[in-house]
């Protein structure tokens, strides 16, 4: 008897013998699983991280100046980190304009600011008391006028 020609497996063949059942949760055990998540993305970070390596020599100054900072006053998570990372980039970018005496965009400027007021860094109205004082969580670290 002659032998029959394999048949080909498609592709929706190989993924179903691929996956296997998945265990089956209770939803106490997803509610568990998920408030553990949301408990690590909320944790504040406690020791500076590394700067990412795309930052160039600005940006990279600048993370090393400010995440200390943001940790210090607990304002740093893992949830706004890159927010960081923009606003270091941000901070790279207009002081590398400004250091080859090149116009900086008024957009770049507005969201440098914006990012700063949102981290406290710049002590905006945010962290006043609406007398027009300032109150940023980072005033204690500055120099004061004499």
């Not at 606003?87 to 250091?99: D, E, T, V, W």
Request: charged share 30%; glycine share 6%.
């Amino acid at each position: 008897m002659p032998a029959m020609p394999a048949r080909k497996v498609t592709s929706i063949e190989k993924a179903r013998r691929k996956t296997r059942p998945r265990k089956k949760q209770t939803k106490a055990q997803l509610a568990k699983e998920k408030a553990a998540a949301e408990l690590q993305q909320e944790k504040g970070i406690t020791e500076p991280p590394p700067p990412p390596d795309w930052l160039d020599t600005w940006a990279n100054k600048y993370w090393k100046r400010i995440v200390p900072e943001l940790i210090d006053a607990g304002v740093l998570t893992t949830m706004n980190l890159e927010g960081v990372e923009v606003l270091c980039l941000l901070y790279g970018n207009i002081k590398q304009a400004s250091m080859a005496h090149m116009p900086v965009n008024a957009a770049v400027i507005t969201q440098f600011r914006l990012l700063a007021a949102d981290f406290g860094v710049l002590g905006e109205a945010k962290f006043g008391d609406g007398n027009g004082t300032r109150k940023s969580k980072f005033d204690a670290n500055r120099k004061k006028k004499t």
